[in-house]
């Protein structure tokens, strides 16, 4: 007769599902455990020491939005991704780059909706032209009920 191990036993089953559970639940945790650990950015909350380029990153800043809160400005938020966006606009003004030059960087990487005044593009279009073809449906709309009450 081969001798069994003792966690084979019929009443460590129930156990070794629960211990299976566990561990499952606790790898799944690890990075959002991992993410608040970071320390911020050096330039996250604190000003360029020139008061041209502190304004220059400021002024840049107010017009990217932040990617987390949606509502706020990198400035204004105190998300951890916008200190790490703060960090970067300041590192790259300090560095002699252009805002714009700044501003296509992000925009490239983090996508239009970065920016508070998006280009026209192929993939922004619609936030142009949407608004003026509901401007221009209600006119036809307007029009359409005036001119058959006037024949009434």
Do not use: N
């Amino acid at each position: 007769m081969a001798t069994r191990c003792w966690a084979e036993a019929p009443a460590f089953a129930g156990a070794r599902a629960y211990l299976a559970a566990f561990l499952l639940a606790f790898a799944l945790c690890l990075p959002a455990a991992a993410q608040q650990s970071l320390p911020p950015a050096p330039y996250a909350y604190r000003q360029l020491e020139d008061p041209r380029q502190e304004a220059a990153a400021q002024a840049l800043m107010e017009t990217l939005r932040c990617l987390k809160c949606q509502s706020q400005s990198i400035a204004d938020s105190d998300a951890p991704m916008a200190g790490d966006m703060r960090h970067q606009v300041r590192t790259r003004i300090a560095a002699g780059e252009e805002p714009e030059a700044i501003r296509a960087w992000l925009v490239q990487r983090y996508g239009d909706y970065v920016s508070y005044a998006p280009a026209v593009s192929e993939t922004t279009w619609p936030l142009f032209a949407v608004p003026a073809l509901l401007v221009l449906a209600v006119l036809l709309a307007l029009w359409r009920r005036l001119r058959l009450r006037r024949r009434a």
